[in-house]
Each structure stands twice: as structure tokens, then as C-alpha cells.
């Protein structure tokens, strides 16, 4: 996503050497565990028989491709259908990993120097929220699986390697389809921000214009809170941006662009310009700054990804759990947390 000109911030070294040490240290548990290096973390929890999250890998590994929602309409590998891994709560969860195919995002450097690429990140961050929200009953449909479009681009989507304008909106308006397709009672874009030296931050975006506003906003609330709050508890103090209204946010790439005002992910139709908005409430997270080194780092690292999913998996199940009334109240039944 393109800068959203917030104010600079003065570096912090204490952030960055707190992140360093905890990515240490988890690296370090895990390549002495049985769960291996992948999986960063999770050795260092006691062990709770009959947890769901502690095969969750092993379980994802059976179907790691999905079932097409519409092999005809959409590029391959893209919307694919994962069904539950445990139990089936009979909800579907549409997650969109943003960018992908000739449109590679933001590209950031770490604090180490490393280049990476908005897609890549966003992608890896759905695949280990897919898996969390599977182990706990729900379908998931996602926007793709590889680095491939959504869309099936035509020529007038593409100018050389990038997406044209036209391009541009196709394939984000395929993600809407997708998720229409599917019957997705909530929809999740992830992308990464990036911005001037300095600009570091978590922000979700809502539209504000469709019938279901106060579902859309409920919904970012949940998220931004949930992701942001597990960040923040392993100490590494990103600021919070809030949530936003999606009016006037994200990239403007034609006067038409400009003009319609909104996040296609999540905003309405407007004749002659876009003519398949989502039919679900939907929220978009940027979870960090990719430009910024240490939120870069955060982003890059096995670790981060997965502090980013298990606080995403957290906010939709708190959006789609059930509402129990009892004579003293209402209240919410509770919702696991994922660690």
C-alpha cells in the first residue's frame, strides 16, 4: 500500500535489540525441539495434550493446495478452498493476501539489509492464519496461494511486467468475486504499508459507504486490536494508527482510481468503474510498515508472521463467535488465543 504521510518517529535500538533477542531465542528452542526449525516458538510452550494448534502443521500438510472455487474464472492457484481441519462451524472466512502476480507491492530492507517484497509477506502471514482458523472449525477461501494474479489477466491488463491500471483494479475486484463465490461470512485483505523514513505503525481500514458499515467497523476494530495487541505483548512497541475509514486510502493509479474513492477490496459498486463489490462485511489490516527496518524485520521473520496470523485468527473468531444471552447478560462465548 503507498505512504499515508503519518509523522516520523525517532529511531528506537531498544525495539530493535528486544526483537533480535526474542527471534534468538526462539530460533534457538525451536532447532532443539522436535517441532523442528520451523516452527519458531512453539517448543517453548508446556505441552497441552488435546490443543488443537500443536498439529495443526502436521494437518495442514495433507491439502496444502486447496480446491478451486472456479478453476475457469480465476488464475491458477488463486481462490482456493480449504475445508476445516477440526470440527466444522459451518462458517467460511475469506483471507486475501495482497499483491501477487506482476504486482509485487512495497519493497522493504530489513535492519539486516535483507530486500524483501510485500507479496511474499502478506502470502505467508494468510498461509499460517489459514491453518489457525481451519484447526478451530472454520472454512477458509483465499485470494491465492502462490505468487501468481488472482485474476486471469488479459492484454489490456499488463504493460510489460506490471498491471496497468485496469489491470490493477481487475485483479483486486477478483478477490471480491472470490470471496462472493464462496459465501464468506467475513472478508480479510492483509497488506503491509510503506511510507517515508520513520512512518511505522498498524492501522485497518473499513468502508464506511456499504449497508453493512457498523459490521465493517466492528470487524477492523476486532482486528486491529487483536494483531496489534499481540505484537505489542512481545515487546516490540508498534504504534497504533487505529482504525480508518477506507475513504481516500490506498493507491491512486488513474484519475478514475481517485475518483471512485474507496478500497475495492471493501467498497461499493459505481457504474462504469467497478461492478462486483464484496457482499460481506470485510476489513483491511496493514500490520506494519515494510519501509521501516525493524518492522521490516518483524515482517520477514518466521516468528513475526506468525504473531501476525495468531492475532488475526483471534479477531475473526471474536467477530464470528457466537452471542450467548443469559439472564444476567449478554455476552460472547469465549475465543482461544493463539500463541
Not at 526449525?37 to 486447496?66: F, H, I, N
Not at 501468481?148 to 488479459?154: C, E, N
Request: hydrophobic share 40%; charged share 15%.
Amino acid at each position: 500500500m503507498p505512504p499515508r504521510g503519518r509523522r516520523p518517529r525517532a529511531p528506537t535500538p531498544a525495539r530493535l535489540l528486544a526483537f533480535l533477542i526474542a527471534a534468538a531465542l526462539a530460533a534457538g528452542v525451536a532447532a532443539c525441539s522436535p517441532a523442528g526449525p520451523g516452527r519458531p516458538g512453539r517448543a517453548s510452550r508446556p505441552a497441552r495434550p488435546q490443543r488443537a494448534d500443536q498439529d495443526r502443521p502436521r494437518l495442514a500438510a495433507r491439502d496444502r493446495t486447496g480446491v478451486p472455487v472456479d478453476p475457469a474464472y480465476f488464475s491458477p492457484g488463486a481462490c482456493r478452498l480449504f475445508a476445516p481441519l477440526r470440527g466444522n462451524r459451518s462458517l467460511t472466512v475469506f483471507l486475501d493476501a495482497g499483491h501477487g502476480g506482476p504486482d509485487p507491492g512495497a519493497v522493504g530492507v530489513t535492519s539486516s539489509g535483507r530486500t524483501i517484497v510485500e507479496a511474499r509477506q502478506t502470502l505467508a502471514v494468510v498461509r499460517d492464519a489459514t491453518t489457525l482458523l481451519r484447526g478451530d472449525g472454520f472454512t477458509v477461501v483465499v485470494s491465492r496461494t502462490g505468487a501468481g494474479p488472482v485474476a486471469r489477466l488479459g492484454p489490456g491488463d499488463t504493460s510489460g511486467h506490471l498491471l496497468t491500471a485496469d489491470g490493477v483494479r481487475d485483479d483486486i475486484a477478483a478477490r471480491a468475486v472470490c470471496a462472493n463465490m464462496a459465501h464468506a461470512s467475513a472478508l480479510v485483505g492483509v497488506y503491509y504499508n510503506s511510507g517515508a523514513a520513520g512512518a511505522a505503525g498498524c492501522i485497518t481500514a473499513y468502508d464506511p459507504a456499504r449497508p453493512f458499515a457498523a459490521a465493517n467497523r466492528r470487524l477492523a476494530g476486532l482486528v486491529q486490536s487483536a494483531v496489534l495487541g499481540a505484537m505489542n505483548r512481545r515487546g516490540w512497541d508498534i504504534p497504533d494508527a487505529g482504525v480508518a475509514s477506507d475513504t481516500g486510502l490506498g493507491s491512486a493509479v488513474s484519475l478514475a482510481d481517485a475518483a471512485y474513492g474507496h478500497l475495492i477490496l471493501l467498497g461499493p459498486a459505481k457504474r462504469g468503474y467497478f461492478t462486483t463489490p464484496s457482499l460481506m462485511p470485510g476489513a483491511l489490516i496493514e500490520p506494519l510498515f515494510i519501509t521501516d527496518p525493524f518492522e521490516a524485520s518483524i515482517a520477514a521473520s518466521p516468528r513475526g508472521r506468525h504473531v501476525i496470523a495468531a492475532g488475526l485468527a483471534r479477531g475473526i473468531e471474536q467477530y464470528l463467535a457466537p452471542v450467548t444471552v443469559s439472564p444476567a447478560g449478554a455476552g460472547s462465548q469465549p475465543v482461544p488465543e493463539h500463541r
